[in-house]
């Protein structure tokens, strides 16, 4: 080889190795981590949509993660796309919510953070864990990108309080429920917060976390209760823990679930020793215990089921974990009601604070309902979508409707995530107004079963009819015949589903079916069916059905 | 649930230019008439005919054919040039139909009816006592249909567009028999589940007498 020849071979390799370098180097990648408004993305075509993954649902955007080549497209159909980070691949991100709106600076300090909406930032620092890093006065949400949610852009509504006090009228009161309410204990909530602050810390990687997930095992089992824990594992540092879940199973429809639920994991400035957790949430854990005492030995038309989760203050690991599995595994939840501090108050009436998106709003009815029914306290339904700072919010990842019911001054907790967060600092007689409230929901979710059995197998075909410019859905409903004296069936129709019926039928219907004519094509109706005895006594709804329910198993 | 549903669709200002526009051309047509002899330039005529709508849709809730009736008024104001006003009905009976997944047979009766008014120009071609013609056209239309069991009913008015061409046999001065094909489009911009945008037009054959004045 000549020398120059030998120059020119040289330069050439630096040249490929300076490329190789700046590639390796490169930040960019095949998909980027965007947040998209709602509003205009509800406008994309299906096709579109099909290539946007959903990470989590917030207000009034979603944050997904797309092909950097839809950028241009979307920019191109109007769509407000603002690029949250060009590489995601390898890194973990959180959901932070701060006390205060604009403490976005703050979080600055520890890593990248961009604010999304008011109080709900984006944060990474790495593949590093927020808990680890971040001041204890911040709630933290893992955002998964293994999983995508399908964008949904149902019933898009403005943040709000509706309305300011909710006045729903008494509806009659179920005599069974009543007894069930009556049997709540503030000497049991006091002394299930006591033995939970004992703990000395509830810090989710600790062997203490795990004692108190084994003497919640153990107390659920000495109830009677069938009990499971649910092992998983989460962070970089692969802690593992466990989801303690107790489950009554459903007389007559067990395939349909009710959960209660709350984390028993709890944190503060000082985690790895105290972290006593008292109101943040050993109030909530207790309030699972104690409805969970009160319901076994009961039959409910549904299963009911007591979760205590783990790793909720890590980023809500524990419910991830147990809201996915249940997804794949094709569970059919009615509701989920969750309670995260719900003991403390500063000021007097106390008020409870009902938290929902608005696919959920049917259940803050009914648990708002069911309250002033049989417990009443000042509440407020705050429908918000981006309330993703406790274990509701991976229900609503999975589209499951739950609610999150908290205490007003959380806020201004003044011991939150800190080791004054102490059982001397609770309003005790507020935590047994809040487990009798969930208690009454949860009964009525999952109906105890009285003299008359609810009507069961019943099915639900519809057709559309149609002319040039006219069409109408007809259903056609059919059950089993209920045991005993029955006099008839009432037939109940939703436009909601679980919420809103309204009788169908003018007379008893003798017959084990039903023919709803003349509705609209463009509406999902919801029904049940009710039994009624010679005396006039009707049964507990049946299983809920949509009008479609089973066209596919007829024609597939 | 879904009882009386009533539409009422905007009534087009257009249309009412195209007919201000027709009457002009008539007034202009009857003046010229009266200066001008020899053969008539004025022709009444009755017809029915078959029609058959262009959307499988409509044919399948209505039939394959229906039999529309026409009576027409025209006008030579040119040699060879004619206007023409025109009435037209037709109506059917049928049964819905059911789409997607079908649980049970049962159908309900349904009736379609609709009046057109038609005005357009033509030209022919006399050749002996036959006369070929083309012509073209617009149409405002009325149409209704009915649920007869469940109170349902749906009315509209549209305009349309024609186009026909024809042959047309002369026994006398004064009277004649012709035939005739058309095309109409009739865009409704409604629909329902079955097809969401619903044209009425379709192909039509026509037979008729003329008398001429």
Redesign the interface.
């Known amino acids: 080889m000549t020398p120059k020849k030998a120059s020119v071979f040289q330069r050439a390799l630096f040249l490929g190795f300076l490329c190789l370098q700046f590639f390796s180097m490169s930040p960019s990648s095949d998909v980027v981590l965007v947040q998209l408004d709602k509003l205009q993305a509800a406008k994309l075509s299906p096709d579109l949509l099909a290539d946007i993954k959903g990470l989590q649902e917030l207000q009034s955007s979603w944050i997904a993660e797309i092909p950097r080549s839809l950028l241009t497209t979307l920019s191109g159909r109007g769509v407000a796309c603002g690029v949250l980070d060009e590489a995601p691949a390898g890194k973990a991100y959180f959901l932070v919510f701060t006390p205060q709106p604009g403490q976005a600076d703050i979080l600055k300090k520890f890593g990248n953070a961009i604010v999304l909406e008011e109080r709900t930032c984006l944060f990474w620092s790495g593949a590093e864990e927020a808990r680890d890093i971040l001041p204890s006065y911040f709630e933290i949400k893992r955002l998964s990108l293994e999983d995508g949610i399908p964008l949904s852009f149902e019933k898009i509504r403005p943040k709000g309080r509706l309305p300011e006090r909710l006045e729903i009228p008494r509806a009659a009161a179920d005599p069974l429920i009543s007894q069930m309410v009556s049997q709540v204990s503030k000497a049991n909530l006091t002394n299930y917060i006591s033995n939970l602050q004992n703990f000395q810390t509830r810090y989710a990687s600790t062997a203490n976390c795990e004692s108190s997930g084994t003497y919640l095992y153990n107390y659920f089992t000495q109830l009677g209760l069938a009990c499971e824990y649910d092992p998983f594992s989460f962070s970089q540092s692969g802690y593992s823990s466990r989801n303690v879940v107790a489950t009554i199973l459903g007389k007559t429809s067990p395939d349909r679930e009710v959960i209660i639920c709350a984390h028993y994991d709890s944190y503060s400035n000082q985690k790895m020793t105290l972290a006593p957790g008292a109101d943040d949430n050993g109030s909530g854990t207790a309030a699972v215990m104690e409805i969970a005492r009160i319901f076994a030995g009961q039959a409910f038309d549904f299963t009911l089921k007591f979760i205590c989760f783990s790793a909720e203050e890590w980023g809500l690991y524990g419910s991830q974990h147990y809201a996915r599995t249940a997804k794949n595994q094709g569970e059919k939840i009615i509701g989920v009601i969750n309670m995260d501090m719900v003991a403390f108050t500063d000021r007097l009436p106390p008020d409870l604070e009902v938290y929902v998106n608005s696919r959920s709003e049917w259940l803050a009815g009914r648990y708002i309902q069911a309250a002033n029914t049989y417990a009443p306290l000042r509440m407020e339904e705050v429908i918000d979508a981006s309330a993703d700072w406790s274990d509701h919010s991976s229900f609503w990842d999975e589209d499951y409707s739950a609610l999150c019911s908290i205490e007003e001054a959380s806020d201004r907790n003044p011991y939150y995530h800190k080791t004054t967060d102490t059982l001397d600092k609770l309003n005790m007689d507020f935590a047994v107004s809040v487990t009798k409230a969930s208690l009454a929901a949860a009964a009525e979710l999952a109906q105890p079963i009285g003299t008359l059995a609810a009507p069961t197998g019943l099915q639900a075909?519809?057709?559309?009819?149609?002319?040039?410019?006219?069409?109408?859905k007809?259903v056609?409903l059919g059950w089993n015949v209920s045991p005993g004296s029955i006099n008839g069936y009432n037939i109940y129709r939703s436009t909601t589903s679980h919420s809103g019926y309204h009788k169908v039928n003018s007379a008893l219907v003798s017959q084990t079916s039903f023919v709803d004519?003349?509705?609209?094509?463009d509406v999902f109706y919801y029904y049940v069916v009710t039994a009624v005895d010679a005396q006039g006594r009707e049964s507990n709804y049946s299983t809920e059905v949509r009008d479609?329910e089973d066209?596919k198993k007829?024609?597939s | 649930?879904?009882?009386t549903?009533k539409?009422h669709i905007p009534e087009p200002s257009s249309f009412f230019i195209l007919i201000f526009l027709g009457m002009s051309l008539l007034f202009q047509a009857t003046l010229c008439s009266q200066t001008a002899g020899g053969t008539p330039r004025f022709a009444i005529s009755a017809a029915a005919g078959i029609f058959r709508p262009g959307q499988g849709?409509?044919r399948g809730?209505y039939g394959s054919t229906q039999v529309p009736l026409h009576v027409q008024i025209q006008f030579r104001f040119l040699k060879g040039w004619a206007v023409f006003a025109g009435f037209r009905y037709a109506e059917a009976s049928?049964k819905?139909?059911?789409?997607?997944?079908?649980?049970?047979e049962?159908?309900?009766t349904?009736k379609?009816s609709m009046s057109s008014i038609r005005l357009g120009v033509q030209y022919s071609l006399a050749a002996g006592r036959v006369r070929l013609f083309v012509g073209a056209g617009a149409s405002y239309n009325l149409y209704k249909?009915k649920?007869e069991d469940?109170g349902?009913s749906?009315e509209?008015k549209r305009t349309g567009l024609l186009a026909d061409a024809g042959a047309e046999y002369l026994f006398s001065r004064w009277f004649s028999i012709f035939i005739r094909g058309e095309y109409s489009t009739i865009p409704?911009g409604?629909?329902?589940?079955?097809?969401k945008k619903?044209d009425l037009g379709g192909i039509e054959g026509v037979i008729g007498i003329s008398f001429k004045f």
Not at chain 1, 517 to 521: D, F, G, I, N, W
Not at chain 2, 190 to 195: C, F, P, R, S, V
């Open positions: 075909h519809s057709q559309i009819s149609s002319s040039l410019f006219s069409s109408i007809t056609y004519r003349y509705l609209s094509p479609d066209n007829t024609y | 649930m879904m009882k549903i539409k849709s409509f809730l049928g819905t139909l059911i789409v997607g997944p079908q649980y049970v049962e159908s309900h349904i379609f249909e649920w469940a349902l749906t509209g409704t409604q629909g329902a589940a079955l097809e619903v």
